[in-house]
Nanobody, 124 residues
Framework: QVQLVESGGGLVQAGGSLRLSCAASGRTFGDYAMGWFRQAPGKEREFVAAISSSGGTTYYTDSVKGRFTISRDNAKATAYLQMNSLKAEDTAIYYC?????????????????WGQGTQVTVSS
């Protein structure tokens, strides 16, 4: 199993940047596919970005393409979400997720480990 702890959330102005971190402990981090999801009040949790276990493949939802970058440092057992040009619509609780899988996963139902989330608020 793996435990995930998100950090880096906060309050930023529209157009600003934040970098979220997801620190993992447990089984070998390089064997886990990782993803980022977000949930705004009154809405279902939605996919944001995913990265393969090796870091060689990434995928993003259309609304964040060109603004967000997912990455990972397997030596540090940490995944990141760099968020630039933030918009008010990005306001949500952001969650990292993992599954022991040597590849990339795109769907929420495929992930079985979740962090507690970190709040991102973008003010206008």
């Amino acid at each position: 199993q793996v435990q995930l702890v998100e950090s880096g959330g906060g309050l930023v102005q529209a157009g600003g940047s934040l970098r979220l971190s997801c620190a993992a402990s447990g089984r070998t981090f390089g064997d886990y596919a990782m993803g980022w999801f977000r949930q705004a009040p009154g809405k279902e949790r939605e996919f944001v970005a995913a990265i393969s276990s090796s870091g060689g493949t990434t995928y993003y939802t259309d609304s964040v393409k060109g603004r967000f970058t997912i990455s990972r440092d397997n030596a540090k057992a940490t995944a990141y979400l760099q968020m630039n040009s933030l918009k008010a619509e990005d306001t949500a609780i952001y969650y990292c997720a993992a599954r022991y899988y040597r590849g990339i996963l795109y769907h929420e139902r495929e992930y079985d480990y979740w962090g507690q989330g970190t709040q991102v608020t973008v003010s206008s």
